[in-house]
């Protein structure tokens, strides 16, 4: 499967999505997710995302492994998302942030 990771908060950019084609992203305030058991490897997201904040499970940075967990979590809880909508207005701002996650909005 497929994880979005740090650097995707507060940029939340949204070009990953239009490509997805199982439809498999959640949408909270402020990052999206990727649902685990819908995810079916295609691997499409992964260079649309202009933050590179979608890994492959397997090349996930160490720094990183927690957000499995977060994805597999929210993506139960959040609605899907299959269009780009509304994106932050300072999310090019917050690209390359370190230390974003005390600030993803559950
Ligand atoms: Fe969707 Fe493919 Fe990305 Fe999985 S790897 S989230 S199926 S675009
Ligand atoms: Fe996030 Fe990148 Fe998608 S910033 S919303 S994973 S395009």
Redesign the pocket.
Known sequence: TFV?TE??IK???????EVCPVDC?YEGPN??VIHPDECIDCAL?EP????N??FSEDELPADQKEFIKINADLAQVWPNITEIGERPADGKEWDGKPNKLALLER
């Not at 940029?11 to 999505?17: G, I, R």
């Open positions: 979005v650097n995707c940029c939340k950019y949204q070009d990953c999505v992203f990052f999206l997201c649309e995302c202009p933050a904040a979608i």
